[in-house]
């Protein structure tokens, strides 16, 4: 069973940067694409970046320039850096496998509270 804890969240102003790490437990982790997934309040979860397991990455439009996701499969780690935060970027972020329209195949962790605000 896949566990995976977010972490590296907090409070930013507009502008600024976060960058925030998932952490997972079992060797599965690394032949598997990753994403990251935006939860604003009020709203659905939506995923907003993805890295397969040779590093190849893809952004929704609205983060595309800002923010980076990488991966380090050695520590089972995926980051995303979040650069020219913005208001709407406020929400949980969590991390997870896609499989496929919103099916994930990761029991999804706590997340991690992003606020961006002056």
């Known amino acids: 069973q896949v566990q995976l804890v977010e972490s590296g969240g907090g409070l930013v102003q507009p502008g600024g940067s976060l960058r925030l790490s998932c952490a997972a437990s079992?060797?599965?982790?690394?032949?598997?694409?990753m994403a990251w997934y935006h939860q604003a309040p009020g709203k659905q979860r939506e995923l907003v970046a993805s890295?397969?397991?040779?590093?190849?990455?893809n952004y929704t439009d609205s983060v595309k320039g800002r923010f980076a996701i990488s991966r380090d499969n050695a520590k089972n780690t995926i980051y995303l850096q979040m650069n020219s935060l913005k208001p709407e970027d406020t929400g949980v972020y969590y991390c997870?496998?896609?499989?496929?329209?919103?099916?994930?195949?990761?029991?999804w962790g706590q997340g991690t509270q992003v606020t961006v605000s002056s």
């Open positions: 997870n496998a896609p499989a496929g329209g919103r099916i994930v195949f990761f029991a």
């Open positions: 890295i397969t397991s040779g590093g190849s990455t």
């Open positions: 079992g060797s599965v982790f690394s032949t598997k694409v």
